[in-house]
């Protein structure tokens, strides 16, 4: 019997819009051996997602598999009955897709989701299913596994709801794994956790994985063989030391030069360019012009003492509670960036929200200007919204799917009715612009854009008010190397231009390094070490923040 478990032929794959066709995997050929680990990588938009759907016949709206073969343990995937390819799907293939937040049922208990995978294909009765979801989440690494089963998605974060698709993934042990951007919701400890369980299943149950994601690093690390993607193609193909040890085509070389490292050092603002004159005007629509100078030296935000704590339904049906903030306290000087890191729970977003007062404390007092606003109601409130902008972590469910890009971008500026309907639409392609997207791109919708191109969308509807404060909540953990460089100068850019002020949650301490003034790293809750970027990262005092940084991928192949 062959080892190769997967074979892809000459797969094709084009999108239809308004603007016509346009090609999305132009005649891609690989292999995957059973019980291997195979990574694509590759820009945003350059085909690497679409692959991946595709190989399971879920390609997003407006696509269209126009050509080639997809054979998995003998049978043409792309000619089956799609009554024989949903007996597939889940038993034979497990798929982690990009999106934690739309692919979980939002009105159904997590630990019910994995239960119902396993009822299914495995046959197991509904007692010792829900036995052995309890264990798949321990094994994901969610604490507390009993009672977070007895949870719904929107009670979980970002990354601990992106384990629990994981944990749907493996559950039923497949023989192929095909995992779209699997760890770029999670810190770099559970990050570690997962891939570690991802190659223990590989060897265990001789499981391959084909592996997507934007994270050289990781690829480096977890990856015996690497495809680099660009424009639909496969420009560069071998081991892993061979490919981002030594490149040959151009266009991995610039990845490898842009991905960030523990030796990436601050990035430094240079002069934004949007295009000219009257774009530049057309960016600053919404910016008052009234706006405090960054070089008053006081604090824009000053969080002090917030606690937060969330009631939760036990394990054996009673209540619990969890302390998702803890005393925290701290402060972000006007124009500089403040960084909040740590594991998923630690209590990073939440903190954030408060913050932006998207979430009420239950104690604790955040001023922003000056003024505490936790009793602002009404257009007091509304005015600080103008203020502070938050950019979340998942741009899939940020967007409004029926919307265009051109509405999305200047829908703040209508609510506030800034400027006429000729400058809205200046406005966006202009910050269409600045966020590297083409300004053609206004007339789409989210679903046919990738996921990087989504969140850059949502950081050009952030800018469109003229804040003093942005949120940024993971902001750039689902883009690859290179638009994460582009995007994370765009930021120092605009930060030193227009005296923007930052609170910027990531769980990637090279990205943090590169953005950041000071950082609070932040553990169950608490602040458990703050200062400086430099020294923090340079000589932690903490054991945690140490361990934090021990967890970084990329040391294996020298990334």
Known sequence: MTSELLQVEGLQVEYTSRGGTTPAVRGVDFTVARGDIVAIVGESGSGKSTISQALIRQVAEGGRITGGRVEFEGRDLLQLPEKSLRTLRGARIGFVPQDPSTSLNPLIRVGEQIAESLRLHTGLNRKDAAVRAVEILDEVGISDPAARAQQYPHELSGGMRQRVLIGIAWACEPALVI????????????????????????????????????????????????????????????????????????????????????????????????????????????????????????????????????????????????????????????????????????????????????????????????????????????????????????????????????????????????????????????????????????????????????????????????????????????????????????LVDLQHEFSLSYLFISHDLGVIRQISDSISVMRRGRVVEAGAADAVLSAPEGEYTRELLAAIPGRAAGA
Do not use: C, W
């Open 179 to 490: 995992a779209d951007e699997p760890t770029s919701a999670l810190d770099v400890t559970v990050q570690k956790h997962v891939l570690d369980r991802m190659e223990d299943l590989a060897a265990r149950h001789d499981t391959a994985v084909l592996l997507v994601t934007h994270d050289l690093a990781v690829a480096a690390d977890r990856a015996s063989r690497i495809l680099v993607m660009n424009q639909g193609r496969i420009v560069e193909h071998g081991s892993s030391a061979e490919v981002l040890g030594n490149p040959q085509h151009e266009y991995t070389r610039r990845l490898v030069a842009a991905a960030p490292g523990l030796s990436s050092g601050r990035i430094r603002p240079r002069p934004v360019e949007v295009g000219g004159g009257d774009a530049r005007r057309a960016l600053t629509l919404g910016f008052a012009p009234d706006r405090p100078d960054a070089s008053r030296g006081d604090d824009i935000l000053r969080v002090e003492n917030l606690t937060k704590t969330y009631s939760l339904r036990g394990g054996s049906g009673g209540r619990d509670t969890l302390v998702a903030v803890d005393d925290v306290s701290f402060s972000v000087a006007r124009g500089s960036t403040h960084s909040l890191v740590g594991e998923s729970g630690s209590g990073k977003t939440t903190t954030a929200r408060i913050a932006a007062r998207l979430v009420q404390a239950d104690s604790g007092v955040v001023r922003f200007d000056g003024q505490d606003i936790g009793s602002l109601r009404g257009e007091a409130l509304r005015q600080l919204r103008r203020r502070v902008q938050v950019v979340y972590q998942n741009p899939f469910g940020s967007l409004d799917p029926t919307m265009s890009v051109e509405a999305i971008v200047t829908e703040p500026l209508a609510a506030f009715r800034i400027g006429s309907r000729g400058q809205r639409r200046e406005t966006a392609r202009a910050l269409l612009d600045a966020v590297r997207l083409d300004p053609d791109f206004a007339s789409r919708r989210p679903a046919q854009l990738s996921g990087g191109q989504r969140q850059r969308v949502a950081i050009a509807r952030a800018l469109a008010l003229g804040p003093e404060l942005l949120v940024l909540d993971e902001p750039v953990s689902a883009l690859d190397v290179s638009v994460q460089e582009q995007i994370l100068q765009l």
